[in-house]
């Protein structure tokens, strides 16, 4: 097991790292974030999926010679999708980008055509990628390792602060954001002591249990979390490009922080006396927290990394958060039991929701809206110097005070400095 799983990361990885790209380097920019994140929509659905799945195959009875049939076949079931979305890679176009950075011209004009409605319209669209990707060779600095870059070059490096810290955060609110496939062994090894799974699982269906769930009112409730998470990440379809990618994440975060509250604190309530209320209460927290997670801090950070690199770096860039999301994945994995261990369930749960506030700060100080700009755009997006973004920050946290809580109507939020006044500068936070 640990030996094909080991072998799955080698798919898995640049996966995570050439979807997102291929799919912001093909889209326009009006609709980019709305296609960039179905990578993460779906992704929900096959976790919806593969919980169905543990419900069909949990009560398989084992056959002569075969020990834990239905975890096998649970297992198993993934590998139907995987061969579907194999066959149709190679319908897909290359990216017009990838082609341009290469300098062959013409075949990123006939991908192009088939990513666009008319021939004018890719025609506009090369054109455009075409000028600006001269404006950017001619800027930078090709004399140094493009690793190197990633860190030394001003607006490089605030894209890699923005991206990484996205990626970082939303490790810790997957807290209880499952892997199916893992989650359906955790509950069968409760029974088959099956080596090494709690480790790698992130334990969804373990807190149901630990709450005094059944292993099939487990499967069912995280099935209801999948559901959730599919359903409720439909809406930032539309909100993704138009509420913005830096306002969903500042709007949800406070929501986040305040559902791991809710779920680790359910845990105080006495089981023998309100078991009802307590298995209630943990449930309730945690699909309150799949409607939060959702649409924000679902779909946002693939989408964020995807678009923030300009083209020459863009590789190294992706390659660099989806490895951070991986590493801060895995050190999740490893550290629940104990934590939980220590802290018990109340601890470790509100140290993740702490986790949560802090950053809502980072990301009102650090993380620019790229919303509605082409990726060459962005540039400008990404020249502002940090300090002056993180000031921007900070007035637009005092509007909203002023504006929404002490209900100062006459109160008027100074310009972004990335691209001037936005009227959605007030609507979000």
Known sequence: MFIARFFLGFG?????????????????????????????????????????????????????GIIGLNWRLMMASAMLPALVVCCCVFMCPESPRWYMS??????????????????????????????LLETENSSKQCRKNKFVEIITVPRNRRAMIASELLMFLQQVS???????????????????????????????????????????????????FGLINFVFAIPAIYTI??????????????????FLFLTGFSFWIDAEKHSHARLGCIALGIYLFGIAYSPGEGP??????AEAYPLYVRAYGMSL?????????ALLSITWPSMQTAFKPQGAFSWYATWNIIGFFLILILVPETKGKTLEE??????????????????????????????????????????GFDDDDEKGM
């Open 12 to 64: 898995i990885g640049p996966k995570s790292a050439t979807v997102p790209i291929f799919a912001a380097e093909s889209t326009p920019p009006r609709i980019r974030g709305a296609l960039v994140m179905q990578w993460q929509m779906w992704t929900a659905l096959g976790i919806m999926l593969g919980y169905a799945a543990d419900l069909c195959f949990f009560k398989v009875v084992d056959r002569s």
């Open 300 to 305: 946002v950070p693939f989408t964020y990394s």
């Open 241 to 258: 490009d138009t509420f913005g990618r830096r306002n969903l994440l500042l709007t949800t975060y406070p929501f986040l922080s305040l």
């Open 321 to 329: 958060a989806t490895a951070t999301n991986w590493f801060f994945n």
């Open 378 to 419: 962005l540039d400008y997006v990404f020249s502002v110097p940090t300090a002056e973004h993180a000031a921007f920050g900070l007035r637009q946290l005092r509007y909203f005070v002023k504006r929404y809580v002490l209900r100062q109507k006459e109160i008027r939020l100074e310009p972004n400095p990335d691209r």
């Open 102 to 131: 290469k300098g062959r011209h013409y075949k990123a004009y006939q991908s192009m055509c088939k990513l666009r409605y008319n021939k004018v319209q890719a025609a506009r669209d090369i054109y455009y990628m075409h000028t």
């Open 174 to 224: 997957r807290l209880l954001h499952p892997d199916a496939r893992e989650q359906r062994i955790v509950v069968e090894a409760k029974d088959r002591q099956f080596c090494g799974v709690n480790i790698i699982a992130y334990y969804s269906s373990q807190i149901f249990l630990d709450g005094g769930f059944s292993q099939i009112s487990a499967l069912s409730a995280s099935l209801g």
